[in-house]
């Protein structure tokens, strides 16, 4: 148990379906982040919220729409993906001008078919 | 714009051994921090050290520890007396304190088996 929970697990959505990832944090922290994780390449940063505003969009599709309905949880919606989309999404949080580091989730496996 | 890079995708070492990870980084920035996290295959990312720029001291945790060389831009990791369970895929990442550290940015990631 980590304190930054992610729902599901494992998510298969067609390109046509719309879905939601769910990011929970039980650590008191202020800052939220949406990290993409595909195979052989680094971690991209798709979005940071900052008490709940959003301060950062890495040129992300609008096909995902992330939203901060409080300091405790992150959503991402997801619609009209493409298979390309296929990829870990992962959460983190950390608070903002404390302890510099990351707290991560365990992510969740998304395929598009 | 902050770079990582990590220049091997898979390495070995038998249990019981010494095995050192290498990343170098390019930045403009002063004061900033680097460190090494560990995704093992529950894929959750787990914070294995930390370095301040401004210390020149390396940084230590137990069996990890670090070789900060800032001229240089190099931040290997060492891991003393390998476990089984430090088999993972091993990420250096940066992040600038002057931004806030908004962005922690990653390198490629090595991939790290530990052989019994």
């Known amino acids: 148990e980590t304190g930054v929970t992610q729902t599901p697990r494992h998510l298969v959505m067609g390109m046509t379906n719309k879905k939601s990832l769910k990011c929970e944090q039980h650590?008191?922290?202020?800052?939220m982040y949406w990290y993409k994780q595909s195979a052989k390449k680094p971690l991209e940063l798709m979005f940071v919220?900052?008490?709940?505003?959003?301060?950062e969009n890495n040129s992300v599709p609008s096909r995902f729409s992330p939203e901060c309905p409080n300091s405790s949880h992150l959503f991402l919606h997801l619609h009209t993906l493409q298979p390309e989309d296929s990829a870990l999404y992962l959460c983190?949080?950390?608070?903002?001008?404390?302890?510099?580091?990351?707290?991560f989730g365990s992510g969740t496996q998304l395929s598009v078919l | 714009a902050q770079t990582v890079t990590q220049s091997q995708p898979e390495m070995s070492v038998q249990e019981a051994e010494t095995v050192t990870l290498s990343c170098t980084y390019d930045?403009?920035?002063?004061?900033?921090?680097l460190f090494w996290y560990k995704q093992p295959p529950s894929r959750q990312m787990i914070l294995v050290i930390r370095?301040?720029?401004?210390?020149?001291q390396n940084a230590t945790e137990n069996r990890f520890s670090v070789n900060f060389q800032k001229a240089a831009k190099s931040f290997s990791l060492k891991i003393s007396d390998s476990q089984l369970g430090d088999t993972a895929m091993y990420f250096c990442?940066?992040?600038?304190?002057?931004?806030?550290?908004?962005?922690?940015?990653f390198g490629p990631g090595t991939r790290l088996s530990v052989l019994p």
């Open positions: 930045t403009s920035e002063n004061n900033y921090y």
């Open positions: 983190a949080t950390r608070t903002l001008g404390g302890d510099e580091k990351l707290f």
């Open positions: 370095q301040e720029a401004y210390k020149q």
């Open positions: 990442a940066f992040t600038s304190v002057d931004n806030y550290g908004q962005n922690f940015v």
């Open positions: 919220y900052n008490f709940k505003e959003q301060t």
């Open positions: 650590l008191g922290h202020n800052a």
